[in-house]
């Protein structure tokens, strides 16, 4: 199994505060439907550790202020439509007020894990000081993003290749708004090519755990995936679209018992630094997860696609020739416990 770590930018990330009798609580919330743990130290003593979905108790900020507060969050990919991980770090007061809040992306190896380590520092202001990081703040907000890199997305069976005589060479898989259009622009200034592509899976979802995913039982949009195929020849072109989606689901309460016992034990071993993750456990844990997630006691699943040609080299004479369309049911009452 593998693991890509993120050093988390700036370094220290600033933490103000205006009351040194404030109490500093932290929360972590793992998006994309992904998987992951924590865990939280200064100068080596440890402040938290697990599952910090829920606001966690940090300490003082008598006791923390200025000293260097190192989070690290291992997210392990379970997801079957993206490898992109995405964390919103939020630090609050004990009255709830956000302090510090920060959604950070990145893409895991495929069924491995993404390290995302921060610094943080919490900052007692004065007056003048906050006066001057007001400023400051403004400024930076105008200054660009860093750009975020994801790799490719991983769909279901293609419905849309299917209506071709033979399997296209190569598949664009755009991940994001901008790599779809640059795609979609290639795809058709060439000679041709096949796109398949997530729609829902082409921003990120930072508040879709993966309790939401599993609880959800329309899941239509997160597993819709759409597949087209564009072949230009000398006085011909063919076109194929198709797609693919669940559009019902439903785990029995076994399921639903183990999957909460899993996804806690994968949050235990992931709250751990990267050099002393137990891999073997972990890749076992992610395959029992993945393995119930996908086999629900019932799911209800469509797709469809239309192919065409044209004798020409313009869409204009496009004659429709072929169609398909799916339907699968499926029940598995081995795991209907109520």
């Known amino acids: 199994m593998e693991i890509k ?105 495929e069924s491995g894990i993404a390290n995302f380590s921060g610094k943080y520092k919490i900052r007692l202001l004065t007056f003048l000081l906050v006066m001057f990081v007001c400023f400051t703040a403004d400024s930076y907000s105008q200054n660009k993003s860093e750009e975020l890199t994801f790799q490719n997305l991983e769909t279901p069976s293609s419905p849309g290749f299917i209506l071709l005589d033979e399997a296209p060479a190569s598949i664009e898989r755009p991940t994001t708004p901008q790599g779809f259009g640059i795609s979609l622009i290639g795809f058709f200034k060439g000679t041709g090519g096949a796109m398949e592509f997530a729609p829902y899976w082409l921003t990120s979802h930072p508040l879709l755990t993966a309790e939401k995913m599993t609880s959800n039982n329309f899941p239509f949009l997160y597993n819709l995936s759409v597949s087209v195929t564009y072949v230009k020849e000398d006085n011909n072109n063919y076109l194929t679209g198709g797609f693919r989606t669940r559009v019902y689901q439903s785990y029995g309460k076994s399921q639903t018992d183990k999957l909460k016992t899993i996804k806690n034990e994968i949050g235990i071993e992931l709250s751990e630094s990267p050099e002393d993750l137990d891999l073997e456990k972990i890749e076992q844990l992610r395959k029992d997860y993945v393995s119930i997630t996908e086999k629900p006691v019932f799911n209800i699943d469509i797709a469809g696609a239309v192919g065409g040609g044209s004798d020409s080299n313009s869409f204009d004479d496009l004659v429709l020739s072929r169609w398909a369309a799916w339907l699968s049911l499926n029940f598995r009452p081995g795991d209907r416990k109520s």
Do not use: M, W
């Open 5 to 109: 770590k993120y050093k988390l930018k700036p370094v220290p990330r600033i933490v103000d505060v205006l009351d040194e009798k404030d109490n500093i609580y932290l929360s972590v919330v793992i998006g994309n439907g992904q998987i992951g743990g924590n865990k939280v130290t200064s100068e080596g003593k440890l402040l938290a550790k697990g599952n910090l979905s829920e606001p966690a108790f940090l300490g003082a900020v008598s006791e923390l202020s200025e000293k260097e507060i190192e989070i690290e969050t291992n997210v392990l990919d379970v997801n079957a439509y993206t490898n992109v991980c995405v964390i919103t770090t939020s630090l609050l007061n004990q009255e709830n007020k956000v302090l510090f809040t920060k959604i950070d992306h990145g893409a895991a190896p």
